[in-house]
T-cell receptor
């Protein structure tokens, strides 16, 4: 295991549902990330939190709402999603003393299907 | 515009052979080039990385070759094993973001 745990592993939701993805890291890291992985496309950075402060938001639609209550936990709140949002959502963490985006530790992801 | 271009999309290699995956980038501000390995049902894991002040880095059977003038870098897997079958992603980062290639699915045939 990488020390980064994501739940749930699989999620099926309708377009009108509200759900949340959870990520927890046990590595003592203080930077956390959300990535979106779609088939045959590069991993897309969605959000970055460093010391619980959001430092990156890559033009992600407002139907995705991140929350970082402390340096060990990260959430992605989902509402009124579209079918094209179906993808694998990956959480990652790193040490802030390393430059952001270097030496990432990824969780196993949440496979999201929007019907 | 794709910041990092990766090829091939898929690769089949015999056990014991050499697997080679290539990547190219455009932004000369990139200064850290990692490779990630992803097995089915798992997230990517950092495999090996290089900075542009060296032309090659080797860790066990994995080697990164880096050509700064051509803005290209490649991953070589020597003595490829069935356990190496996975998807490999190259990436490049500068000050603010990490850009991934589209991935190469490697299959090593016993």
């Amino acid at each position: 295991e990488t020390g980064v745990t994501q739940t749930p592993r699989h999620l099926v939701m309708g377009m009108t549902n509200k759900k949340s993805l959870k990520c927890e890291q046990h590595l003592g890291h203080n930077a956390m990330y959300w990535y979106k992985q779609s088939a045959k496309k590069p991993l897309e950075l969605m959000f970055v939190y460093s010391l619980e402060e959001r430092v990156e938001n890559n033009s992600v639609p407002s139907r995705f709402s991140p929350e970082c209550p402390n340096s060990s936990h990260l959430f992605l709140h989902l509402h009124t999603l579209q079918p094209e949002d179906s993808a694998l959502y990956l959480c990652a963490s790193s040490f802030r003393r390393d430059r952001l985006n270097e030496k990432l530790f990824f969780g196993s992801g949440t496979q999201l299907s929007v019907l | 515009q794709q910041q990092v271009k990766q090829s091939p999309q898929s690769l089949i290699v015999q056990k014991g052979g050499i697997s080679i995956i290539n990547c190219a980038y455009e932004n000369t501000a990139f200064d850290y080039f990692p490779w990630y390995q992803q097995f089915p049902g798992k997230g990517p894991a950092l495999l090996i990385a290089i900075r542009p002040d060296v032309s090659e880095k080797k860790e066990g059977r994995f080697t990164i070759s880096f050509n700064k003038s051509a803005k290209q870098f490649s991953l070589h897997i020597m003595d490829s094993q069935p356990g190496d079958s996975a998807t490999y992603f190259c990436a490049a980062t500068g000050a603010n973001n990490l850009f991934f290639g589209t991935g190469t699915r490697l299959t090593v045939i016993p």
